[in-house]
């Protein structure tokens, strides 16, 4: 069964920067779609970023676009989120999510088409 565990994860002020990563093993990265998706305290997950298998296609939610970029690096089965001018409502536990690739990049950044997912990182963006 595949496994992704998250780091990167902290306390930052207003206009910072992060790096989350994601490491994947028993499987090959290139094989999936991947995602990243966060959940604020009484807020539904929603997704962020999202790459599809081919590096191809990509998502990005509203709100993050331009400040968030997601990147893979296939050698070391591992993805990337950076995240640049950080806000306070970007607040919230970041996962990474991976999924057999997708037929349609419609809704490829929809939480339930994802079947495996990472314990996730807090990101805490306060003063």
């Known amino acids: 069964q595949v496994q992704l565990v998250e780091s990167g994860g902290g306390l930052v002020q207003p206009g910072g920067s992060l790096r989350l990563s994601c490491v994947v093993s028993?499987?090959?990265?290139?094989?999936?779609?991947i995602g990243w998706f966060r959940q604020a305290p009484g807020k539904e997950r929603e997704g962020v970023a999202c790459?599809?298998?081919?590096?191809?296609?990509?998502y990005y939610l509203d709100s993050v676009r331009g400040r968030f970029t997601i990147s893979r690096d296939n050698a070391k089965n591992t993805v990337y989120l950076q995240m640049n001018s950080l806000k306070p409502e970007d607040t919230a536990v970041y996962y990474c999510?991976?999924?057999?690739?997708?037929?349609?990049?419609?809704?490829?950044?929809?939480?339930?088409?994802?079947?495996?997912w990472g314990q996730g990182t807090q990101v805490t963006v306060s003063s």
């Open positions: 790459i599809s298998s081919r590096g191809d296609s990509t």
């Open positions: 028993r499987g090959a990265l290139n094989s999936y779609a």
């Open positions: 999510a991976v999924n057999e690739p997708f037929s349609t990049v419609e809704g490829m950044c929809t939480v339930l088409k994802y079947d495996y």
